[in-house]
């Protein structure tokens, strides 16, 4: 039986000639790795469902190994403006690992779908990407139910975690964007947020 579901791509690996093997962040089913044949390495929908940041519907069915066959698909957003500037690229990027290290395929994770094309979307409005950063990731953290302060390997301050505790507060982007943060605090969050999800 063939599952259609709004997904976007992560990641795509090469398999032989026109092929490729993509994780791909479903709406309904948590992620999942697809096998897609045909790819034009030049033009074409598949070349665009196969690029990160992509956001598509995707027609798929399970086989008999965990790696699910592509029928069909659609491009809704390619998300190109996130190839607009090495910064923007590197930002889109950080996304994508966060998602692939904090969760496990096939777990449906709605909430965390909708977060990441939500700051996939908005990604661009930041001229700053630190704060925007240690939002993405502290959300990431409360979903999962591990947000404290505590940590044994990274010693934030009153002033960063007062800071952290504005940024997890934020009702809108607008609100996030008057949070002055620091590249220094980024690194910490950043290394705070792989030490608990590891």
Known sequence: MENTSLGITLSNTPFKD??????VLTKDEG???LFIKGVNLKKGKLLSLTSPFCLGEFIYKKGNTDLYKFYDGSVVEDNLQLRSS???????SKLIKAILISQI????????FSLLSTYLKRLVEFKEKETFLISFYLKILLHEGLLHFDSEIVSFTEKE???MHEIVLARSFS????VITSEDLCEKVEKFFFYLIS
């Open 18 to 23: 026109n092929c490729r093997i993509i994780k």
């Open 31 to 33: 992620i999942i790795s």
């Open 86 to 92: 090495y910064q923007n690229i590197q930002t889109a």
């Open 105 to 112: 395929p096939l777990k449906e994770i709605p909430a965390i």
């Open 161 to 163: 975690v007062n800071q």
């Open 175 to 178: 609100k996030l964007k008057n």
